[in-house]
């Protein structure tokens, strides 16, 4: 019954103080409507129009199978409950697919070209945003679901003009162009765009010395750039657009965030962000679309962090958690919960005692790497390690690390910008918490894909990524222009 308690918990969460506090007190009980149709036919409990009339669109970028895997053996020994993820499947309450991710180029996809087939509905080059090879511009799905008259997002844990967001709202040649989609967006009129990139926004980082922050503002923008300005913002329920740019690049790693207090009082989580979101689109009567990320499970994958990347992968789960609450609760709601590629293909091969040494964790091999120089002691690096993760390395696994600060740094590796020994500290690591990895890079494998709620009878059992463009149009009776 843990499941049932558990999503009746997140639900209370999400209503408890919000303009529609009333109107979910009437709702039945967590799944009780839902549960008997999915085993029944596999039907699903549509609106009146028999059509979702929104839809939530999650993804854990850069989750391999082992990554999902871990986490929720994480949340059981730790928690004593299947995560929200696991608990769907356990039910039978979704549909569930695999996917495949490559894209026009290449059978590994990068995030650009993976939610461009979401967003554009074709593959395309890796390293662009819904530029088709051909050189043609298929509209945005973000776009056209504003065209329709749904009020429409964006929420992440990395910069709001990161890949993933991008890919669901504009035309890009490249990827990197990050200060010219932030440009984009404020043309957009988008409701909600939420992340980290204040570097894209702010005068002082910007090259062009454009304050966009002020710009967004003028055009009626209410922006936050604190957790407790997106609190004061939430608690005044206005319609107005919504910006909220809560950190230079990503945000913190959510292991990080939770053991550190300012981080915790400055920064708002995933979920906390995605429940400001959803409240501030419902006032749109004709429905909304938002797209959720958690991009830092992709930056832990690259960096073969495990604490990173398991807690990332929870408050990700958390953030779904708060989503499925929503829409449990509202009846008219189709969530999609997927990954845009595999990263690094991690696993547990080993003792269950030393897994279990996650539990502990208060920091990130992030955190770790990044507060050494080369004037560190060998046992000074220990005792860093230990106090972070618990566990104690020996004298020669300290010299190997310090061994990258003290000559040139040298290794390479996506969002490693200092070259700091991040697969290093993992291979050491692996004899500590039985954790391994395959590669610092992304997979071609197939990935997970599930579907909740109205329209989730249109998920087959395998879908090319591009498929789910037209999807969520036809789940939302929104007509498939291009």
Known sequence: MYYRQ????????????????AAGATVLSPFQAVATPFRQGRETRLSAAGRAKNIIFMVSDGMSIGTLSMANMLSERRDGKLCAWMSLYHQGLVNRG????????????????A??????GVRVNNGVLNVAPDGSRPVPILQKFKAAGKAVGCVTSVPITHATPAGFCVNSDSRSDQPGIAEQYLGLGFDVMMGGGTEFFSADKRKDKQDL???FAATGYQVAKTRDDML???????AAPVLGVFHQDG???ALDRENDVDLKKNTPSLAEMVGTAIRRLTKNPKGFVLQVEGGKVDWAAHANDVGGLLYDQLAFDEALATALAFAEADGNTLVIVTTDHGNANPGLFGSTKNFERVIGFKHTNDWVLQGIDRDFTA?????????AQGYAINANEAIRLLSHYVTDRNEDG?????KLPFAELADIQRKYTAVGWASTGHSGDHVEIAAYGPGSELLKPFVRNTDMHYLMLEAAAVRQQR
């Open 251 to 253: 945000l913190p790693y």
């Open 414 to 418: 996506m969002y490693n910008p200092y």
């Open 232 to 238: 004061a913002i939430d608690a005044a329920a206005s």
């Open 379 to 387: 046992n000074q690096v220990r005792e860093r390690i230990e106090h």
């Open 213 to 215: 922050f002020a710009r």
């Open 98 to 113: 695999l996917m495949d991710t490559a894209s026009a180029n290449s059978l590994v996809t990068d995030s650009s070209a």
């Open 6 to 21: 558990f999503f009746s918990m997140k639900r209370r969460d999400f209503f408890k103080n919000t303009a529609i506090a």
């Open 115 to 120: 939610s461009s087939s979401w967003g554009g």
